[in-house]
């Protein structure tokens, strides 16, 4: 089955020539103008995977962010020209799970694209214990004392690397690797956002973390079991 | 952008490193270990000339870094000393520079300089008053001592013995006058006198006089013997109260009287003592002493209470103005006081009114500034990568294409590409303009930012047959820096050193002391003409517009690579020599702040000599990094480098790699062939 995109973009010629480059890709798209209809759209198109203009008119890519989040996990890249560091974080952290800067090239979006529909091996029955926390790998779902947590793919992705390999102190560039798909030096911001974000759903005292345990100088691991 | 150094003194600098070269070749055809060790002080010589062109932090001047740095090598305890010197000398020049001290101080020394000379003139008056009355009185008493003697002495004895009796019975009417006349009384007028009678008969002895003669000043008997009626001031011996003999002041006043018909001459002499005078004048003279230190005191509280209450609505002002300094415009001096205070407090008021406006203006500059390159951001990038994606498809399908439009198709991605480069600097650098850039400084081990560098740049290098050879410390070398920037300024550094090398090698050496860390890339390429080192900062400079650039620079690079070093109040330095090369020194402090005296790396390369590099074009890395090689002299002749060895160097060229290896001594660095040493690829993530 082919992969639904939707591109929530205002200016006519980039929606277009992305429409055109991801279905090259093999993907379908759709495509809305207006941050104001964005979330409808979503909900008819009910896609994939959202890529996000920041600068929209209607609503600001920000809020639609946080509308879509608000009733879905389904990973948004962000594509934005802005470099200031403010608008990076300020995005990640309305629920965007990554980000392209423009003008980026076509095999960067497909990667990043691909990177984020790529979902976990599901083979094996997995069944791994992070403190008091459960998480079902088939099943992608995550339970604390039989209750479920609701997470976001991405924040599933993240957490389940980190409690596969209890032992292991993961840096942020390997996390960027396993979880986001970089292959050379990103963004370290992508991880310390997702991993504040992660901890809000899961831990009891994200003060005092005991899911996701910070390993200072080096990077994070999974607390004990 | 400003060149801190105009074009003049470089080109000193270099025709000076000239003949330093000179002698540095003669010194290293002494040999290796004398070569090690020449080119350190030519190159501390070279620096402390100011043998380039530096462009550093605004804060510092443009020659101290050099000159501090020559300080600084000879032992900071001298420096401390200065420094606490300095302190003091500040606090009391500052003291000094007081306004009411000042006003105080000069009011005492003026009222004490009046008082003084008000004092001297009344003291003499004085004086003089008493002793005119003296005088008076004195000599009306010698007119009747010689009248009364002229009587007495009538028909005077020839034997001396009656004639003594005679004179004696004389000296006691003249000292008992109410007994003779009433014209005076001893003691009166003229005061206490001793009388002093003596024969001036020819022959007759000083011993045949009656009374003290021996008080009678010589000069004064002779003119009395001479005829003539005289006084005379002198210093008698008289026992004072505690009964000890003491000089005492006296007015002498001495007469001739010549008995008329017998010839006979007598003197008569009196002698008044000034003691009563002379305790008057101590009276007043401490009299005038207690007033003046009194007054003058006084004069100094008024001084210092009119200067408090002429200064408190400055101070008030100052106040105000540190205020308004300290970013609070709205602040403003009550206009209330004396004329001159409300016209300063007016015009102060306009002048904090028209900076605020000024700055209003300014912050709305700038803020339409930050508007404008995020708007031009954005504006320009969504079309940009439109056409970035439509090139990129076309390009993808290219193969289909018939040549010619093939061709065109690599030629718009390829441009493309340096278009992007170009709007990514452009915004880099209106960023710096508007002020929006900030450090985003954290704790790294920099020697990874390098090799990081390096490796990135490696594939330039070797299409180029440029050997890049890192010298690193075997000891991290932790710093809060801004990562991003701070290998932007590396990546631009070793652009530029691979653009200029002309195939041979580039150095690149880092090394740290407690304050700052420096890192310098050198090549030894077409170098710098003179007064081309304060230039290669400016935007789209080139120092050769025909050369071709390999890797695709945007002739913005060093100029944004001096603004990353800004930022982090650090210094980027460049030095140069035609046709021996070129080399660039960040220096940055570890800590963010903290303000740079000195760079940890010469700015001038210690091996710096001629001949030596050309050696070194080709064949294998044994001769790159063997003894022969200058790069290893760095390395091995200086003994400051001893602390920050390379454990055998970095090197990364054409058909090598990088290869890093064994962390020992550059000597064994030097026996360490790539052969031998590990090898890890710039591609294969190292570090």
Same mark, same amino acid.
């Given at each position: 089955?082919?992969?639904?995109?939707?591109?929530?973009d205002?200016?006519?010629?980039?929606?277009?020539?992305?429409?055109?480059?991801?279905r090259?890709?093999?993907?379908?798209?759709?495509?809305?103008?207006?941050?104001?209809?964005?979330?409808?759209?979503?909900?008819?198109?009910?896609p994939?995977?959202?890529?996000?203009?920041?600068?929209?008119?209607?609503? *600001?890519?920000l +809020?639609?962010c946080?509308?879509?989040?608000?009733?879905?996990?389904?990973?948004?890249?962000?594509?934005?020209?802005?470099?200031?560091?403010?608008?990076?974080v300020?995005?990640?952290?309305?629920?965007?799970?990554?980000?392209?800067?423009k003008?980026?090239?076509?095999?960067?979006?497909?990667?990043?694209?691909?990177?984020?529909?790529?979902? !976990?091996?599901?083979?094996?029955?997995?069944?791994?214990?992070?403190?008091?926390?459960?998480?079902?790998?088939?099943?992608?779902?995550?339970?604390?004392?039989?209750?479920?947590? *609701?997470?976001?793919?991405?924040?599933?992705?993240?957490?389940?690397?980190?409690?596969?390999?209890?032992?292991?102190?993961?840096?942020?560039?390997?996390?960027?690797?396993?979880?986001?798909?970089?292959?050379?030096?990103?963004?370290?911001?992508?991880?310390n956002?997702?991993?504040?974000?992660?901890?809000?759903?899961?831990?009891?005292?994200?003060?005092?973390?005991e899911?996701?345990?910070?390993?200072? !100088?080096?990077?994070?691991?999974?607390?004990?079991? | 952008?400003?060149?801190?150094?105009?074009?003049?003194?470089a080109?000193?600098?270099?025709a000076?490193?000239?003949?330093?070269?000179?002698?540095a070749?003669?010194?290293?055809?002494?040999?290796?270990?004398?070569?090690?060790?020449?080119?350190?002080?030519?190159?501390?010589?070279?620096?402390?000339?100011?043998?380039?062109?530096?462009?550093?932090?605004?804060?510092?001047?443009?020659?101290?870094?050099?000159?501090?740095?020559?300080?600084?090598?000879?032992?900071?305890?001298?420096?401390?000393?200065?420094?606490?010197?300095?302190?003091?000398?500040?606090?009391?020049?500052?003291?000094?520079?007081?306004?009411?001290?000042?006003?105080?101080?000069?009011?005492?020394?003026?009222s004490?300089?009046?008082?003084?000379?008000? !004092?001297?003139?009344?003291?003499?008056?004085?004086?003089?008053?008493?002793?005119?009355?003296?005088?008076?009185?004195?000599?009306?008493?010698?007119?009747?001592?010689? @009248?009364?003697?002229?009587?007495?002495?009538?028909g005077?004895e020839?034997?001396?013995?009656?004639?003594? *009796?005679?004179?004696?019975?004389?000296?006691?009417?003249?000292?008992?006058?109410?007994?003779?006349?009433?014209?005076?009384?001893?003691?009166?007028?003229?005061?206490?006198?001793?009388?002093?009678?003596?024969?001036?008969?020819?022959?007759?002895?000083?011993?045949?006089?009656?009374?003290?003669?021996? =008080?009678?000043?010589?000069?004064?008997?002779?003119?009395?013997?001479? !005829?003539?009626?005289?006084?005379?001031?002198?210093?008698?011996?008289?026992?004072?109260?505690?009964?000890?003999?003491?000089?005492?002041p006296?007015?002498?006043?001495?007469?001739?009287?010549?008995?008329?018909?017998?010839?006979?001459?007598?003197?008569?002499?009196?002698?008044?003592?000034?003691?009563?005078?002379?305790?008057?004048?101590?009276?007043?003279?401490?009299?005038?002493?207690v007033?003046?230190?009194?007054?003058?005191?006084?004069?100094?509280?008024?001084?210092?209470?009119?200067?408090?209450?002429?200064?408190?609505?400055?101070?008030?002002?100052?106040?105000?103005?540190?205020?308004?300094?300290?970013?609070?415009?709205?602040?403003?001096?009550?206009?209330?006081?004396?004329?001159?205070?409300?016209?300063?407090?007016?015009?102060?008021?306009?002048?904090?009114?028209?900076?605020?406006?000024?700055?209003?203006?300014?912050?709305?500059?700038?803020?339409?500034?930050?508007?404008?390159?995020? +708007?031009?951001?954005?504006?320009?990038?969504?079309?940009?990568?439109?056409?970035?994606?439509?090139?990129?498809?076309?390009?993808?399908?290219?193969?289909?294409?018939?040549?010619?439009?093939?061709?065109?198709?690599?030629?718009?991605?390829?441009?493309?590409?340096?278009?992007?480069?170009?709007?990514t +600097?452009?915004?880099?650098?209106?960023?710096?303009?508007?002020?929006?850039?900030?450090?985003?400084?954290?704790?790294? =081990?920099?020697?990874?930012?390098?090799? =990081?560098?390096?490796?990135?740049?490696?594939?330039?290098?070797?299409?180029t047959?440029?050997?890049?050879?890192?010298?690193?410390? +075997?000891?991290?070398?932790?710093?809060e820096? =801004?990562?991003?920037?701070?290998?932007?300024?590396?990546?631009?550094?070793?652009?530029?050193?691979?653009d200029? @090398?002309?195939?041979? *090698?580039?150095?690149?050496?880092?090394?740290?002391?407690?304050?700052a860390?420096?890192?310098?890339v050198?090549?030894?390429?077409v170098?710098?003409k003179?007064?081309e080192?304060?230039?290669?900062?400016?935007?789209?400079?080139?120092?050769?517009?025909?050369?071709?650039?390999?890797?695709?620079?945007?002739?913005?690079?060093?100029?944004?690579?001096?603004?990353?070093?800004?930022?982090?109040?650090?210094?980027?330095?460049?030095?140069?020599?035609?046709?021996?090369?070129?080399r660039?020194?960040?220096?940055?402090?570890?800590?963010?702040?903290?303000?740079l005296?000195?760079?940890?790396?010469?700015?001038?390369?210690?091996?710096?000599?001629?001949?030596?590099?050309?050696?070194v074009?080709?064949?294998?890395?044994?001769?790159?990094?063997?003894?022969?090689?200058?790069a290893?002299?760095?390395?091995?002749?200086?003994?400051?480098?001893?602390?920050?060895?390379?454990?055998g160097?970095?090197?990364v060229?054409?058909?090598?790699?990088?290869?890093?290896?064994?962390?020992?001594?550059?000597?064994?660095?030097?026996?360490?062939?790539?052969?031998?040493?590990?090898?890890?690829?710039p591609?294969?993530?190292?570090?």
């Amino acid at each position: 089955m082919r992969a639904r995109i939707l591109v929530v973009d205002d200016d006519p010629a980039l929606a277009e020539m992305l429409t055109i480059v991801l279905r090259g890709e093999g993907f379908d798209s759709a495509i809305v103008r207006d941050g104001s209809r964005a979330l409808d759209a979503f909900r008819e198109v009910r896609p994939d995977l959202v890529l996000l203009d920041l600068m929209l008119p209607g609503l *600001s890519g920000l +809020d639609v962010c946080k509308q879509i989040r608000a009733e879905s996990g389904v990973p948004i890249i962000m594509l934005t020209a802005k470099t200031d560091t403010v608008d990076v974080v300020l995005g990640l952290e309305s629920g965007a799970d990554d980000y392209v800067m423009k003008p980026f090239k076509p095999k960067e979006l497909t990667a990043r694209v691909r990177a984020r529909l790529r979902r !976990g091996d599901v083979g094996t029955v997995e069944r791994l214990r992070v403190a008091d926390v459960e998480v079902d790998v088939p099943g992608h779902q995550v339970l604390r004392g039989g209750a479920p947590i *609701s997470l976001t793919p991405l924040e599933f992705d993240l957490l389940v690397a980190l409690a596969r390999k209890p032992r292991q102190v993961f840096t942020r560039e390997m996390l960027l690797e396993q979880v986001w798909g970089y292959r050379h030096a990103a963004d370290t911001r992508l991880v310390n956002v997702h991993v504040q974000r992660l901890r809000s759903k899961i831990e009891k005292d994200p003060e005092h973390p005991e899911v996701v345990v910070t390993v200072r !100088g080096v990077g994070y691991r999974a607390g004990a079991a | 952008m400003t060149l801190s150094t105009p074009q003049q003194p470089a080109r000193n600098a270099a025709a000076g490193s000239g003949s330093a070269d000179g002698d540095a070749a003669a010194a290293s055809s002494a040999g290796a270990s004398v070569a090690g060790e020449s080119p350190v002080a030519d190159a501390v010589g070279g620096e402390s000339v100011g043998g380039a062109a530096v462009v550093g932090a605004a804060a510092v001047g443009a020659a101290a870094p050099a000159a501090a740095e020559d300080r600084n090598d000879r032992g900071g305890g001298r420096r401390e000393q200065r420094h606490t010197r300095d302190i003091w000398w500040r606090r009391l020049t500052h003291s000094s520079r007081s306004l009411r001290l000042r006003v105080v101080v000069m009011t005492l020394v003026l009222s004490s300089v009046v008082m003084v000379l008000l !004092g001297v003139v009344l003291q003499r008056q004085i004086r003089d008053g008493l002793l005119a009355n003296k005088q008076s009185a004195a000599i009306a008493e010698i007119e009747n001592a010689m @009248a009364t003697a002229r009587v007495q002495l009538v028909g005077a004895e020839t034997n001396p013995t009656k004639l003594r *009796s005679q004179l004696a019975r004389l000296v006691q009417d003249i000292g008992n006058p109410a007994r003779v006349s009433d014209t005076g009384a001893q003691g009166s007028t003229a005061g206490v006198f001793d009388p002093v009678v003596a024969p001036l008969r020819p022959g007759a002895s000083v011993a045949s006089a009656v009374g003290p003669i021996d =008080d009678v000043p010589p000069p004064l008997r002779a003119e009395v013997e001479g !005829g003539n009626e005289t006084w005379q001031y002198t210093t008698v011996m008289r026992k004072n109260a505690a009964g000890v003999l003491a000089p005492v002041p006296a007015l002498v006043v001495g007469g001739p009287v010549v008995i008329p018909r017998s010839g006979d001459a007598f003197g008569v002499y009196l002698i008044f003592l000034l003691t009563t005078e002379q305790k008057t004048l101590a009276v007043v003279q401490q009299t005038l002493l207690v007033g003046a230190a009194a007054l003058a005191l006084a004069l100094g509280l008024i001084a210092f209470l009119v200067a408090t209450a002429v200064l408190r609505p400055i101070r008030r002002a100052s106040a105000v103005a540190a205020r308004v300094a300290a970013g609070d415009l709205s602040e403003r001096m009550p206009v209330r006081g004396a004329a001159e205070l409300t016209s300063m407090a007016s015009s102060f008021n306009g002048m904090a009114e028209a900076i605020r406006a000024q700055i209003r203006q300014l912050e709305e500059f700038g803020a339409l500034q930050r508007r404008f390159t995020s +708007d031009v951001s954005h504006e320009l990038r969504t079309p940009l990568t439109t056409v970035r994606m439509a090139a990129d498809t076309l390009h993808a399908g290219r193969d289909e294409f018939p040549p010619h439009l093939a061709r065109a198709t690599e030629l718009m991605v390829d441009e493309l590409d340096r278009f992007e480069d170009l709007l990514t +600097d452009l915004l880099e650098i209106s960023r710096y303009d508007a002020g929006m850039a900030e450090l985003q400084a954290e704790s790294v =081990d920099v020697r990874t930012s390098v090799m =990081d560098c390096v490796a990135a740049a490696g594939p330039v290098a070797a299409t180029t047959g440029v050997r890049i050879i890192t010298h690193l410390p +075997d000891a991290e070398v932790r710093a809060e820096v =801004d990562v991003r920037r701070v290998e932007r300024i590396l990546r631009n550094l070793l652009n530029n050193a691979v653009d200029h @090398a002309e195939g041979g *090698s580039i150095d690149v050496e880092l090394a740290a002391d407690e304050d700052a860390l420096a890192i310098a890339v050198t090549d030894y390429g077409v170098g710098l003409k003179p007064g081309e080192a304060g230039l290669v900062f400016n935007r789209f400079w080139r120092a050769d517009p025909s050369r071709q650039r390999r890797t695709g620079g945007t002739g913005l690079g060093l100029a944004i690579a001096l603004e990353d070093a800004r930022l982090h109040g650090g210094w980027l330095q460049a030095w140069g020599n035609p046709g021996r090369g070129a080399r660039f020194r960040l220096t940055l402090p570890r800590v963010p702040g903290f303000m740079l005296s000195a760079s940890p790396l010469p700015l001038r390369p210690p091996d710096d000599e001629a001949g030596d590099r050309d050696g070194v074009g080709g064949g294998g890395v044994g001769s790159v990094v063997g003894g022969g090689d200058p790069a290893a002299n760095i390395v091995a002749g200086r003994g400051a480098y001893d602390a920050m060895r390379a454990g055998g160097p970095f090197v990364v060229g054409p058909g090598l790699g990088a290869s890093v290896g064994a962390p020992a001594g550059p000597d064994a660095g030097a026996r360490t062939g790539p052969d031998t040493g590990p090898h890890t690829g710039p591609e294969g993530g190292h570090g």
